[in-house]
């Protein structure tokens, strides 16, 4: 897959002006040239699931996200609510002292937690990932073979 996509105005790269076209392009068609993220839940997503989705779409402001997103943002949506679900569950089996019961959620709510991590990451749902979109990595540069090569 090789490296993620670094926007043009946060490139170090000397590239020529074609490349830089096609660079100006490629953002260009991955925000703006896209069809928009659907404001509505899709009818499959369970009432929670829905909320979420409902939540994230009021609060993803100026994230480059679209219609191509959206089974992602749905599988982060479908985690969120088994995460939902199960810490209920847990809850309600701690309740009636069944120890037990209340033990066997804890590898959902492992695996749901682990889902939920990489997509929001995925999707620019948390704040690394939005600083990770927004912040120039600060690479310094070898000035002869020397450096470079030791």
């Not at 096609?22 to 499959?44: V, W």
């Not at 992602?72 to 479908?78: F, Q, S």
């Amino acid at each position: 897959m090789g490296r993620k996509y670094k926007p043009l105005a946060l490139s170090k790269a000397n590239l020529t002006k074609v490349k830089q076209e096609a660079h100006m392009q490629a953002e260009i068609l991955s925000s703006d040239g896209l069809p928009a993220l659907q404001k509505t839940p899709p009818r499959h997503l369970d009432p929670i699931a829905s909320q979420e989705y409902k939540r994230i779409i009021n609060s993803i402001g100026d994230l480059p996200m679209r219609n191509l997103d959206r089974s992602e943002l749905e599988n982060y949506c479908t985690w969120y609510s088994v995460y939902k679900n199960t810490s209920i569950k847990m809850k309600q089996a701690l309740a009636n002292g069944d120890e037990d019961e209340y033990y066997s959620y804890i590898g959902i709510l492992n695996k749901a937690t682990a889902a939920i991590k990489g997509l929001a990451s995925d999707l620019g749902l948390n704040v690394n990932s939005r600083m990770g979109m927004n912040m120039p990595k600060n690479e310094e540069k070898k000035s002869s073979l020397a450096d470079i090569f030791g």
